[in-house]
């Protein structure tokens, strides 16, 4: 099955900002991002997680 997006969400019925599953995964991400070299901020992480829209089907 194919997910489609569309450009804009119609009728809105639910929206908000992801959350991660636990603090220990952000800060499980974190960690293995050092080992690699990549230095990433916890706080930053949480705050720049992408807004999810549902809104109703289109028919």
Partial sequence: MWLKTPESIQNVIWEAPIEPVSNEAV?????ENKMRGIILNSDDLRS???IVSIGSPEI
Avoid: K, N, S, Y
């Fill in 48 to 50: 720049g997680l992408p």
């Fill in 27 to 31: 800060e499980r991400l974190v960690r």
